[in-house]
């Protein structure tokens, strides 16, 4: 069964090293070796992080010389952020009502013990 570019984004974004990868990333185009130097991991389980990555479409790699730098490929991220959004308005609409139920029950507490 295909997923969903969606649900390929948020399962690569999962793995905490994944999403430290593509923070890096957001720092500017880096090589393999680059990304791999603050991880305790050897370079094939890197390698298959970055094929995570690419296969939802977050990154790219690109062919410089012997290089092939990866970038950052911000299409996903504003998917995932679109999605998210909607579920923040609920949840600030959700709490702003519960804030002012809860004022409501203050101010009535008070005129109560007048």
């Given at each position: 069964?295909?997923?969903?570019?969606?649900?390929?984004?948020?399962?690569?974004?999962?793995?905490?090293?994944?999403?430290?990868?593509?923070?890096?990333?957001?720092?500017?185009?880096?090589?393999?070796?680059?990304?791999?130097?603050?991880?305790?991991?050897?370079?094939?389980?890197?390698?298959?992080?970055?094929?995570?990555?690419?296969?939802?479409?977050?990154?790219?790699?690109?062919?410089?010389a012997q290089f092939r730098p990866c970038r950052l490929e911000p299409g996903p991220l504003k998917d995932v952020?679109?999605?998210?959004?909607?579920?923040?308005?609920?949840?600030?609409?959700?709490?702003?009502?519960l804030d002012n139920y809860l004022k409501e029950i203050q101010y009535k507490e008070r005129s109560d013990d007048?």
């Amino acid at each position: 069964m295909k997923s969903d570019p969606l649900s390929t984004a948020f399962a690569a974004l999962a793995d905490p090293t994944r999403r430290a990868m593509l923070t890096r990333l957001c720092e500017g185009e880096a090589t393999v070796n680059e990304i791999a130097a603050p991880f305790d991991l050897s370079l094939p389980a890197i390698s298959k992080h970055l094929k995570v990555l690419e296969g939802a479409g977050l990154i790219s790699r690109g062919r410089s010389a012997q290089f092939r730098p990866c970038r950052l490929e911000p299409g996903p991220l504003k998917d995932v952020a679109d999605w998210v959004e909607r579920y923040r308005r609920f949840w600030d609409e959700s709490l702003d009502r519960l804030d002012n139920y809860l004022k409501e029950i203050q101010y009535k507490e008070r005129s109560d013990d007048a």
